[in-house]
């Protein structure tokens, strides 16, 4: 069975500050998705990263796939308070169903 | 395009009832899949349905079920609710079946469930 791994459970930060969160895992997988989700609301993708070592940043927020495809992380630069929420990585395999993380909850305080 | 939609967005239930929910998968996506999340379990795979057929089914008992109709809607339903059920149920499209290559689900903003 694969598993991920998300680190750290729940993150309180400063307005301004950097962060990074991280989804590990034992397995490889083909691509690696990452989603924000607000509280009542559903999920929304982020990025999908599908390359080792494949980085992608979308504004404050740098995505990054380990070379081996286990692991992932999210940096985000200068937090602020929209970007309060659950961050869900989801792994991807090619005759699997897509696997979930536990999810990193960030508070980002004014 | 429209993105997932799901009906309704709220609802509450005795125990003992049973409870239909719907989604609207993104326009030209044949691939529906149902999700229940919880504070404590997280997301939790129910089931993926693809061109009509159930492709998938994760660990939840009996009374789950689903169903998708030939314009790729789908549905489902829980039977004689328990309180564990009372939960955030989110569907998700996508163009081709997850266990397919490259593909992306995209979520709808869920129905919530009350079992009282």
């Known amino acids: 069975t694969q598993l991920l791994e998300q680190s750290p459970q729940f993150l309180s930060i400063q307005e301004g500050e950097n962060l990074t969160v991280y989804c590990n895992s034992s397995?490889?997988?083909?691509?690696l998705q990452w989603y924000r989700q607000e509280p009542g609301e559903g999920p929304v993708l982020l990025v999908t990263?599908?390359?080792?070592?494949e980085v992608k940043k979308l504004k404050r927020l740098t995505f990054q796939f380990g070379d081996a495809r286990k692991d992932s992380s999210l940096h985000i630069t200068a937090a602020q308070p929209g970007d309060t929420g659950l961050y869900l990585c989801?792994?991807?395999?090619?005759?699997?169903?897509?696997?979930f993380g536990p999810g990193t909850r960030l508070s980002v305080l004014p | 395009k429209a993105g997932v939609t799901q009906t309704p967005r709220y609802l509450i239930k005795t125990r003992g009832q049973q409870v239909t929910l719907s989604c609207s998968p993104i326009?030209?996506?044949?691939?529906v899949s149902w999700y229940q999340q919880t504070p404590g379990q997280g997301l939790q795979f129910l089931f993926e349905?693809?061109?009509?057929?159930?492709?998938n089914k994760g660990n939840f008992p009996g009374r789950f079920s689903g169903r998708q109709f030939s314009n790729s809607r789908s549905e489902m339903n829980v039977s004689t609710l328990e309180l564990g059920d009372s939960a955030l149920y989110l569907c998700?499209?996508?163009?081709?079946?997850?266990?397919?290559?490259?593909?992306?689900?995209?979520f709808g903003e869920g129905s919530w469930l009350t079992v009282v």
């Open positions: 998700a499209s996508s163009y081709g079946f997850q266990a397919g290559s490259g593909n992306t689900i995209y």
């Open positions: 397995s490889v997988f083909s691509s």
């Open positions: 990263v599908v390359t080792g070592g």
């Open positions: 989801a792994g991807a395999n090619y005759g699997q169903n897509f696997v």
């Open positions: 326009s030209g996506h044949r691939s």
């Open positions: 349905y693809f061109s009509e057929t159930q492709r």
